[in-house]
């Protein structure tokens, strides 16, 4: 006899049928949708090199500063100043088309060198001299989340970006093996002889509760998510398949408003060309494919895609021929209808940098996230971004 | 003292105890309490092999840039070591309250450095300072290397204070938000210029750069050094409460007793003695009261070290054992920021309730939690499960079952929840716990580990 099939009987066969009523609630999906416009984030992690990415090929600061590092050929130029890295080709389609707007010299005040610290900052949408302990989206789920899944991490591991400081997204790499943990036939029993009404009101409720939504959650995911398979074609890497599977989940209209994406390897200190062209090839032909993918069930539209990363780097190349922590960086917003598309506004200085040698920041990227919040998921700012901020007119 | 307040005194104290341990305990409360500082007078560093440094000065990595990157690499690998140096050691420990304390301590005087060399020297100061005087800990930690890297005290100078250090040791380190001016901390920071360390990571004072000027600072005046802070600081008795709530919210329970932590405070304004507070918390009656008892979730390290201290597993991957607790939610020597890990509910959402709930059974039994009830699993079954789970786990572990059995032979089957679970268990769960046939400790064990209830000590 199968597994499955042999516990299902033995379930039967102890007569647990019975499921508490509350529990049902708990279970029982949302009618009331939390709307249909959609956030997917994508994070390059380690610091991407902004002026390798979007590249000053005009400037002769810029060829100065990087004699062994500045992009000289394939530039894809898209006006007199600014071009493409050669390998951001599969994007040129959407910058042409006004689907991409490249907001240049994003930062804040003050900016941190360090990874870690600069990622909560990004994640937390923190000034540098404060310590949340919740992340934005997080704090956009805990006034407008009712479900774990409405917001998705396709890692292991939640970013603290999607905690907030009551209710948490959920991260799962495979939905299916989430579902195959979660649906043990003894977890099954033990949820439905739980008898206690008043969940969450003490430690002891609160862990039934979540076990519960758990379940629940991973429930909702695997049993609405729609298994034919995608006709679009992904590359083959670990980036892809979370798109791939982003797009499994948006154009199997789950009620997800957030996604969170990640793509690590962009801290490059040395021999800094090969592994960035590298790096940005899985990025742009990834987007690529997901905008098609998306395009295909025409659910673009209703898509916001946000690249960002917790920094940019140093203008002069070190000795290693990579370059080191900067400042101020570019960030990509994609999606359908944007206000302005193109370049949003102009590449800072390259003669007026900080003390550090790097970019000085022209747009704090807390105006982006609550510019998203309230144009794009038509929620109020105020209380997630913690500092008032001036709103952008991308979107 | 009964078993129940025993279990909980060690769980707290600790991270529990068998069937075996408790038999070996004492009677009386005194004694008891007496042989866990007694056993923790001593104090075992933390010491990996530094070797990796031997030779290497300041000098030898101005001069050679691409060297010291590489060192930092090297470096950054070594805290990984030092993590699984320091889980060693909470599952194996010689002093066991000292290192239930240092776990509390690093995450109250939270700090993170990629330098193994500090960060093992931070994470031994903590350890030497657990039980003792507090005022010596919070100078001895201001002036630790981690420390002024991690708060930016290295790059606090005359000519341009850094405010970070001065900020966090009053909000977070000794008397909590609000009980101090933005200029106590302006003046508090001029006070600490000049702290700087070494490339060994010792202690330098640099003199030139420190602010001799006349500092007011909680309505004090004079040309007080960083040590002065801190006795200024230690006067207010508000520190005395500050830290005794958090131990008491660590150790005693997550919600706040106004009027034993007020007691509390007593004990500790009087000499700031670490031991003595210790003492008075499990000394005192409120502390064994059933509402104390299981009422704090785990923390992912308690949870973790508490498992195998039932049955002791054997990585074959080290490397398990850092994605454990990477998944889990808790990376020792990693904290998410200054503020430390929030504690009790803030450990479980719904990623980390479920991976808690796995992890027993996928360590200790291949993933697999008995249904058990007649027939239900022969061993044929189990056979062939087994197999077809092989190589398809997340990790690879040996348990120790043998040790188990040992160590729980003074428990009978049907009775193991009241050693393996510490508070109430929910009324429906009972009845299914009922339900289950009990032929095996083993499986038994497993379920019960698999339950919500096992979360709590």
């Known amino acids: ?395 | 003292m009964k078993r129940k307040e025993l279990q909980h005194l060690y769980w707290r104290a600790g991270f529990g105890s068998n069937s075996k341990s408790l038999k070996t305990l004492p009677k009386s409360r005194e004694q008891v309490v007496e042989n866990l500082f007694k056993s923790s007078k001593s104090s075992t560093p933390l010491q990996i092999d530094m070797s990796f440094m031997d030779g290497i000065s300041n000098e030898s990595l101005k001069n050679n840039p691409k060297f010291a990157q590489e060192l930092r690499v090297k470096s950054r690998k070594k805290v990984v070591e030092l993590n699984y140096a320091w889980v060693n050691q909470l599952v194996q420990p010689k002093e066991l309250l000292r290192e239930k304390m240092t776990l509390f301590w690093a995450n109250h005087f939270v700090c993170k450095d990629n330098n193994v060399v500090y960060a093992q020297k931070f994470n031994n100061t903590l350890r030497a300072h657990a039980l003792g005087d507090f005022r010596t800990f919070v100078k001895a930690i201001s002036k630790e290397a981690a420390m002024l890297k991690y708060l930016n005290g290295k790059q606090n100078r005359k000519a341009k204070p850094n405010e970070n250090f001065a900020r966090e040791l009053m909000e977070l380190f000794t008397l909590g938000e609000g009980q101090y001016s933005e200029t106590d901390i302006k003046e508090s920071a001029r006070a600490f210029t000049g702290y700087n360390h070494n490339f060994n990571g010792d202690f330098r004072f640099r003199k030139r750069q420190h602010d001799e000027g006349l500092k007011t600072f909680l309505g004090k005046t004079g040309n007080f050094s960083g040590d002065d802070i801190v006795d200024i600081i230690l006067e207010d008795r508000q520190c005395a409460l500050y830290i005794s709530k958090k131990i008491y919210r660590y150790f005693v329970n997550p919600e706040p007793n106004k009027k034993h932590i007020e007691a509390m405070a007593d004990v500790f304004f009087k000499d700031y003695n670490i031991e003595k507070l210790m003492r008075y918390i499990f000394m005192s009656d409120w502390f064994y009261q059933e509402e104390n008892i299981g009422a704090k979730i785990k923390s992912p390290i308690e949870f973790l070290v508490g498992m195998v201290n039932v049955v002791p597993v054997k990585f074959e991957k080290e490397k398990d054992l850092l994605k454990i607790q990477k998944l889990l939610g808790q990376t020792l020597l990693d904290p998410p920021n200054v503020a430390g890990w929030k504690i009790n509910k803030a450990w479980i959402d719904a990623n980390t309730i479920m991976v808690r709930l796995k992890l027993p059974s996928v360590l200790l039994n291949n993933a697999m939690i008995s249904l058990k009830e007649e027939g239900d699993f022969n061993d044929n079954f189990r056979k062939k499960f087994f197999k077809r789970n092989k190589g398809k786990l997340p990790f690879k572990v040996l348990p120790d079952w043998d040790t188990f059995s040992e160590n729980f032979k003074f428990a009978k089957t049907e009775n193991l929840e009241d050693y393996i679970i510490q508070g109430p268990v929910n009324k429906g769960t009972l009845d299914y716990l009922e339900t289950l046939n009990k032929g095996s400790k083993r499986d038994y064990c497993v379920q019960l580990m698999s339950l919500p209830e096992y979360q709590m000590c």
């Not at chain 1, 790499?173 to 977890?187: C, G, H, I």
């Not at chain 1, 800094?272 to 032909?285: F, I």
């Open chain 1, 1 to 395: 006899m199968e597994r499955r099939k042999f516990l299902k009987n033995s379930a039967l066969a102890s007569g647990l049928f019975f499921v508490p009523s509350f529990v049902k609630a708990l279970e029982s999906v949302a009618t009331e949708r939390l709307g249909y416009k959609r956030l997917v984030i994508i994070q390059l992690a380690g610091g991407n090199d902004g002026l390798n990415t979007i590249i000053p090929y005009n400037n002769d600061i810029y060829y100065n500063s990087r004699p062994r590092l500045a992009i000289t050929k394939d530039i894809i130029k898209l006006n007199d100043n600014l071009g493409f890295h050669p390998s951001l080709a599969p994007l040129r389609s959407l910058f042409d088309k006004g689907e991409l707007s490249v907001i240049n010299n994003v930062g804040y005040p003050n900016p941190v060198r360090s990874h870690f610290r600069s990622m909560d900052i990004w994640q937390t949408a923190s000034g540098s001299d404060e310590y949340l302990q919740s992340g934005w989206l997080g704090r956009y789920l805990d006034r407008h989340g009712k479900k774990p899944y409405n917001a998705i991490e396709m890692d292991e591991q939640l970013s603290l970006a999607m905690k907030g400081e009551h209710f948490n997204g959920i991260a799962t790499s495979d939905y299916k093996v989430l579902y195959r943990s979660a649906k043990d036939p003894y977890f099954k029993n033990v949820i439905n002889h739980y008898n206690d009404a008043h969940l969450s009101e003490h430690n002891l409720g609160y862990l039934y509760q979540t076990m519960i939504e758990a379940k629940s959650s991973a429930n909702y995911i695997y049993d609405n998510t729609k298994v034919k398979l995608s006709q679009q074609e992904y590359p083959q890497n670990k980036f892809a398949k979370q798109l791939k599977n982003v797009a499994q989940f948006i154009n199997s209209d789950l009620d997800t408003k957030v996604f969170y994406t990640s793509l690590g390897g962009f801290d490059t200190h040395a021999n800094q060309n090969n592994k960035q062209s590298r790096l940005l090839s899985q990025y742009a032909e990834s987007v690529s494919a997901f905008v098609k993918d998306l395009k295909r069930d025409k659910t673009f539209e209703d898509t916001l895609i946000l690249t960002f990363s917790e920094f940019g780097r140093r203008l002069k190349q070190n000795a290693a021929n990579g370059t080191d922590h900067g400042a101020a960086n570019n960030v990509f917003v994609i999606g359908k209808n944007l206000k302005k598309a193109g370049f949003y506004n102009n590449l800072g200085s390259l003669n007026d940098l900080d003390d550090n040698g790097d970019l000085k920041y022209t747009i704090d990227f807390r105006s982006i996230y609550a510019t998203i919040l309230s144009q794009w998921m038509d929620v109020s700012a105020e209380d997630i971004i913690p500092a008032k901020q001036k709103l952008l007119d991308f979107i």
